[in-house]
């Protein structure tokens, strides 16, 4: 079987993917100068115009794009093509305020697809497998995306969408699923309620799992490959770029390789906006190369990740990035402790615990809490109260000495934290009932 699915570009030398990029850069800052108000305004407001643009050394000259500016131009201000060419349209999920609209062409389509494929390839995926989509269908691009990615390898595409767990069994069982795409935390209640229908991972055929659209820890990670009897992988993507594919984990599992040919990828320091060094951490931003209806420059994600150019042993060549910690937004500050929940995240489950956790954070007397609320195993359930409350002690000083962070710790009875069928919701944060 073929291990990448267009290998000319994805193990070209790094020479190839640059001239690729100057090209397509070029290309597209000529056209979002003609036809996006917003970019042409930008452009001449910063003395910057198309023909400054000769290569990808000249891109820090061009200015950022804000979620607010997509917001501004709601709903069709940033399409680059008349509408009568786009065929598609997305949303975001809107969990970060009010929805933005993108739009794709048939080409635009086929792109996305081929960067789903390269992931289903990477994870050993092809026309044999039977890849079961349980993210949501929907303005949510997490279902099309690795649903024409599916097709696109010629598998057997199974388009469950996200819900109706037990069903989900019965179809991963039934029709011998080979390959599912979901949320991380969905994978993890699918994983629970196989155990809880008394079905082991032998019951059913998965291979592999693809699994992204929120941040998720190495300990979830093994958590879900144990529970479902596969090898988990992460895929990244953004509505505003493209949605699921725009970076794509390999066998190595050890960070994820950005379509160079589709996407520029900078760090920046997300204070200054200064770009900042392959290697050191900052915020993601991506100019889109390739799209005709929706390219935006300079995307500032509000992710937080590092980037690396070390040769990988999967034999591609485009440049890896980490796991995104989480977005800026997402960030709390506990009494001048900076914490993201993947943080949190990490501790609970080098200690044993699931990732069935909550953080509760509210303000009290001008002081910030934290209260890390996470599920206890039966056994634990089982045990005298005094048991409990040394277990809630253990995991407070963990957090304290690996963190630096104070926080309550309060074991909850196992099942009692709402489980997610795709993007679970980790922070409550009571202070916003205040403001
Ligand atoms: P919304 O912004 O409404 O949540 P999206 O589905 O477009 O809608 O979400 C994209 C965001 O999801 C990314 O900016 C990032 O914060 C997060 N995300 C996507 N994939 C991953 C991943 N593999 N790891 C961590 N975070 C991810
Ligand atoms: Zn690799």
Redesign the pocket.
Known sequence: MAKYFQPEIETAPLETIREIQNERLINTVNRVYNNVELYRERMNAAGVKPEDIRSIDDLHKLPFTYKQDLRDTYPYGMMAVPMSEVVELHA?????GK?IVVGYTENDLKSWADICARQLYAVGADENDYVHVAYGYGL???GFGLHIGAKRIGATTIPVSSGNTPRQITILKDFGSTVLCCTPSYALYIGETLEQMGLTPDDISLKAGIF?????TEGMRKDIEKKLGLKAY???????VM??GVAFECEEQSG?HVNEDHFIVEIIDPDTGEVLPVGEEGEIVFTCITKEAFPILRYR???IGVLSREKCSCGRTFIKMS??R??TDDMLIIRGVNVFPSQIETVLTQQGYSANYQLIVDRVNNTDTLDVRVEMSADVFSDTVRNISKKEYELKEALKSLLGLSAKVTLVEPQSIERSTG?AVRVIDKRKLHD
């Open positions: 975001s999920s809107g969990t970060t929805q949510f691009t997490g992204g659209a929120e941040p998720w992460d895929i990244y993507g953004l509505t505003e949605g699921p994820m994600t509000r992710d796991k995104p989480g977005r993007k």
